[in-house]
């Protein structure tokens, strides 16, 4: 099935999380709630580093626009 390598990579990493949380803790409830942290930490990372991308594509073509348009 197609769907498996698409959606594949953000579910065995919640998994893979939450497994390796319930050994390290030895408690589900706990590495459910430490699991959790992680995903927003992770989120926000992926957020932040996606809005800084963004910008500097949006500051390089401001600035080839710029260029192109003000050459003589």
């Known amino acids: ?20 949380e319930t050994v390290r ?3 589900f409830r706990t590495a459910l709630d430490t699991s959790w942290v992680a995903l927003k930490a992770a989120g926000i990372g ?3 580093e996606l809005t800084c991308a963004l910008l500097a594509a949006s500051v390089f073509i401001i600035g080839a626009i710029v260029f192109f348009v003000t050459a003589a």
């Open 25 to 27: 803790n030895r408690n």
């Open 46 to 48: 992926i957020i932040l």
């Open 1 to 20: 099935m197609f769907v498996i390598p698409v959606v594949g990579l953000p579910v065995g990493f919640v998994v893979g999380l939450l497994a390796t």
